[in-house]
T-cell receptor
């Protein structure tokens, strides 16, 4: 594996509380991503980063913020969690596959439940 | 608006049969089309990918067929095995930014 870990693996939180999910990589890759996975929707991009302090919005960024102060860490924050944010969250890094090709390596996911 | 449309949502195939999953996209700027395989409780893993300058790419039992004019691409799994039972996602994108289909849950019956 490319050395990508997510924490926590599971979390239950109450509506209205802030939540931060962490993604850590060990291989110094430039691009990092946060996706959420929901039945019937596949994987939807929340935010992504193309370098330290360089981030941009994805398809479903409302209610989420991100920070990347170091190459290896990409944090996703739910400022005030809502039940609609109950989901499985995946972090990914873009890894060269050789010959000009590339692909994502995903973490193991964080299952977040907002009650 | 969904950038990538995937079908079918679920698929049941007998062992040894051919599994076919289809995807369509709208954005002609997309220049890379990967497929991912996901087992329960795990993150998706890259399976195979294709660029639009080729019409077919084969790796073992997995083949991507690409139709640029129709803006469609498909995954064929030959000689499907029970171990192939998983959820498959197509994706399309450019410049390290990808959009994913909604997924196909494949069940290969022994």
């Amino acid at each position: 594996d490319a050395g990508i870990t997510q924490s926590p693996r599971h979390k239950v939180t109450e509506t209205g509380t802030p939540v931060t999910l962490r993604c850590h990589q060990t291989e110094n890759h430039r691009y990092m991503y946060w996706y959420r996975q929901d039945p019937g929707h596949g994987l939807r991009l929340i935010h992504y980063s193309y370098g330290v302090k360089d981030t941009d919005k994805g398809e479903v960024s409302d209610g989420y913020s991100v920070s990347r102060s170091k190459t290896e860490d990409f944090l996703l924050t739910l400022e005030s969690a809502t039940s609609s944010q109950t989901s499985v969250y995946f972090c990914a890094i873009s890894v060269p596959q050789g010959a000009g090709e590339y692909g994502y390596t995903f973490g193991s996911g964080t299952r977040l439940t907002v009650v | 608006q969904q950038q990538v449309k995937q079908s079918p949502q679920s698929l049941i195939v007998q062992k040894g049969g051919i599994s076919i999953i289809n995807c369509a996209y709208e954005n002609t700027a997309f220049d890379y089309f990967p497929w991912y395989q996901q087992f329960p409780g795990k993150g998706p893993a890259l399976l195979i990918a294709i660029r639009p300058d080729v019409s077919e790419k084969k790796e073992g039992r997995f083949t991507i067929s690409f139709n640029k004019s129709a803006k469609q691409f498909s995954l064929h799994i030959m000689d499907s095995q029970p171990g192939d039972s998983a959820t498959y996602f197509c994706a399309a994108g450019v410049l390290n930014k990808f959009y994913f289909g909604s997924g196909t849950k494949l069940n290969v019956k022994p």
